[in-house]
């Protein structure tokens, strides 16, 4: 599903550079979900984020569901992350003069799909979290649950092949929390595969699988025993 | 290309943000109406020029001979200079390129009456051409002709102020109309836009006035009008010429101003051009100015909207949003607003004018307006003006890195 190999990134800062990413290796097999951990600095937004595209890597390869990702357009990497890739972010980022529904049809919108045909999709995906009666609120009328769950919409409505959650948890209270990682782990039980990074241990141990990084290397890279969110809810 | 829900995307991103939109429309909109004010106001002076020198032909060139002042070649001062039927064929042997119509005139006043009615009038005998260097309209009937030349027939055109004043309850046309003492036969009615007098006017063939007044072929003036080809300065030259050629002919010194006189209507169209051309110069200088400043003003605020809408943007790139439909939602913005604004201060300029047209003829504004042609010409700019100003913030916006607008700060 996903192959990283010696993967080098560094940003410059005024004269010197930051080597933030210094080889990593990373394969994360379809159906898999997984916590990439480690304190802030350590590199793991920006193996996120060029996961996502939104950033290019210096050295090293990385492969998509067999396609190499390697000096794509602006215009490629559009289609690239409209098709394969949803994101989750902390913020949410919905587009705040747009309805619920408008917000979760967007991504079809880029796709070329039909009004009518987008607006029905984005509704079945409002449904599957919730939130079918909240299809025309702006995103400034929901609580921050139903924000996140909007946006967990959208990101599914493309149907991606790989999930892209940024500290999805890390704006909501415990409970919201519990309760977005029991949709997410049920989406990964219905076989999506999710890559998330996360800095809160409960939430890294409901996944399959924890990545730590540390200063830009792979410190410990473990399976473990998923806690079910849905007993804490 | 329509793309209903690219419109959507923008009506609802300029709905959402009314103020903004109005503000930047604003700018636009009165940029064009100070266009269009300034460009009715210098259309309604050249129009006062315009009617200053009347609708006769403004090529016209008038050569009146008179008494000579300084003797010359052996012959006395003081010599009466007499134009006759050879000279008109002299300017025309000489010139005919540049001559586009021409008439040999003989001028008296007239006492014409019909029935009752009885009054004083100027006569002039023409030729045909002089239809066309006066722009007289005939109303009724027919103008003066080749035919009557020829025969020296007794037949009057006669202006609308003599029809009005004489035939009171019928058709003058066919009718003998008295013209001190002789009659002749009214075969046309004229009218001429410049007014009364020109219209206190009877016309009759210049062979028979010469046969009538003294059976000679003497004419009191030659009135031609200049090939419409040439620009001003060459008609000049050529008047210049014409006046030289005939004072030879007369054997007229050259520094005689009184014996051959030569009015040249370029002279004052060269002023006229001169002052019309300054003018527009100066309002198009003006125009474009406020035009360059409105668009400047939309510039700002769409690089302000780009910068407010960062974040936006970046989620749209993030869920797959291309470059050019980034591009596209700015631009069309910039340029929809731009058009719409520009039009209704096109609009409002366009009405100011039509209501505060009439009172302003005192300041010598005539007819303030703005032609059809400047209207699609300024849509045409607003447009680009539009898309111009769109255009870098456009491009900026679709260089925004999704990973700068989504950090969270």
């Given amino acids: 599903m996903l192959k990283i190999n010696q993967l080098h990134k560094s940003y410059p800062i005024g004269d010197s550079s930051l080597h933030v990413l210094k080889g990593i290796d990373l394969t994360v097999d379809e159906g898999e979900m997984v916590a990439i951990m480690g304190s802030s600095g350590s590199g793991k937004s920006t193996l996120l984020n060029i996961i996502g595209m939104l950033d290019e890597a210096d050295e090293g390869e990385y492969i998509l569901d067999g396609l190499p990702i390697k000096n ?58 919730g939130l079918a009666n909240w299809s025309h609120h702006l995103p400034k009328e929901l609580s921050g649950g139903q924000k996140q769950r909007v946006a967990i919409a959208r990101a599914l409505a493309a149907n991606p092949k790989l999930l892209l ?69 | 290309m329509f793309d209903l829900d690219l419109w959507r995307e923008i009506f609802q991103s300029i709905n959402k943000n009314r103020t903004r939109s109005l503000l930047s429309g604003f700018t636009v909109a009165f940029a064009i109406l100070l266009f269009a004010i300034l460009f009715g106001i210098a259309n309604g002076l050249k129009n006062t020029f315009k009617e200053a020198f009347g609708t006769d032909a403004n090529n016209s060139i008038i050569v009146y001979p008179g008494r000579t002042t300084k003797a010359n070649n052996g012959l006395q001062a003081g010599r009466q200079i007499q134009f006759k039927n050879e000279d008109e064929q002299f300017v025309l042997d000489e010139f005919g390129e540049k001559v586009q119509y021409i008439t040999s005139k003989v001028n ?27 722009n007289n309209k005939v109303s009724d009937g027919r103008y003066i002709n080749q035919n009557d030349l020829d025969n020296r027939t007794k037949v009057a055109i006669i202006g609308r102020i003599v029809n009005d004043d004489l035939f009171l309850k019928e058709s003058a046309i066919g009718k003998y109309i008295n013209l001190s003492g002789i009659p002749y036969k009214v075969v046309g009615v004229f009218t001429d836009d410049e007014g009364d007098n020109e ?49 030879d002919r007369f054997s007229v010194a050259n520094s005689d101003q009184r014996a051959i006189r030569v009015q040249n209507m370029a002279q004052g169209m060269k002023q006229v051009d001169i002052m019309t051309f300054s003018l527009t110069v100066i309002i198009l200088v003006i125009g474009l100015g406020t035009l360059i400043a409105g668009i400047v003003g939309i510039s700002n605020i769409m690089i302000f909207i780009v910068k407010e809408r960062t974040k936006e943007i970046g989620i749209r790139k993030a869920l797959g949003a291309s470059p050019k439909s980034i591009v596209s939602i700015i631009l069309i913005e910039s340029v929809l607003i731009t058009t719409i604004a520009g039009y209704v201060g096109l609009l409002v300029g366009v009405g100011v004018l039509e209501i505060a047209g009439p009172s302003l003829e005192t300041y010598f504004i005539k007819d303030p307006g703005v032609s059809n042609s400047l209207v699609f010409g300024a849509t045409f700019t607003l447009i680009i003006a539009g898309a111009i100003a769109g255009y870098l913030p456009a491009k900026k916006a679709s260089q925004i890195k999704p990973i700068v607008a989504l950090r969270n700060d």
């Fill in chain 1, 72 to 129: 794509l357009t602006e215009k490629k990497a559009a289609v690239y992350r409209n098709k394969f890739l949803g994101f989750i972010f902390q913020s949410f980022n919905l587009i705040n003069y747009k309805t619920a529904l408008e917000n979760v049809a967007l991504p079809l919108y880029y796709q070329g799909m039909k009004r009518k045909e987008r607006l029905e999709k984005a509704l079945f995906h409002l449904e599957k979290v």
């Fill in chain 1, 165 to 233: 959650a940024d500290e999805p948890t890390g704006a909501l209270d415990t409970k919201t929390s519990y309760d977005i990682m029991a949709f997410i782990q049920q989406l990964n039980d219905e076989g999506k595969t999710i890559l998330m990074v996360t800095h809160e241990e409960d939430i890294a141990n409901m996944c399959k699988r924890i990545v730590r990084l540390r200063d830009g290397v792979i410190m410990e890279d473990k399976k473990v025993e998923q806690v079910r969110a849905e007993q804490y809810v």
């Fill in chain 2, 108 to 134: 008296r006043s007239v006492t014409a009456s019909f029935k009752g009615e009885k009054n004083n009038y100027e006569l002039r005998a023409v030729q045909p051409d002089y239809m066309f260097i006066e």
């Fill in chain 2, 199 to 247: 219209e206190r006017v009877i016309y009759i063939p210049i062979t028979t006035a010469q046969f009538v007044y003294g059976n000679n072929d003497y004419i009191d003036l030659l009135h031609l009008t200049y090939n419409p080809d040439m620009n001003v300065d060459e008609a000049l030259s050529f008047g210049s010429l014409l006046t030289k050629k005939l004072k």
